[in-house]
């Protein structure tokens, strides 16, 4: 979550960003489900909590909460084989 935010950041410390001349399409499922204005505010939210510092697994669990209506699966270190994941109901 906000992996791109990181990203960008990175970017601007170590010289900057240039646009590129491609053009990028996505859906606007989520806008036309939830509403622009709902959809507008929660990412507004998310990327405001990100950048005072708040958690990733929490912004996590806001966001599939308010697109989902579920809670995020947590996922739990396990001795020698990465992670495992573990529902949180």
């Known amino acids: 979550m ?14 900057g960003v ?3 001349a491609a053009y990028i399409f996505t859906s606007a499922r989520r806008y036309h489900a939830q509403g622009p204005w709902r959809t507008t505010l929660i990412y507004v939210a998310l990327s405001t909590l990100y950048t005072l510092g708040y958690q990733r697994e929490k ?7 308010f697109f ?8 739990e270190p396990v001795a020698g084989r ?4 573990e529902n949180i109901s």
């Open 18 to 20: 240039r646009q590129a």
């Open 59 to 65: 912004l996590a669990g806001i966001y599939a909460w």
């Open 68 to 75: 989902d209506g579920r809670k995020r699966e947590r996922r």
């Open 2 to 15: 906000l992996e791109d935010a990181d990203f960008y950041r990175t970017l601007g410390r170590s010289g």
């Open 82 to 85: 990465g992670f495992a994941r």
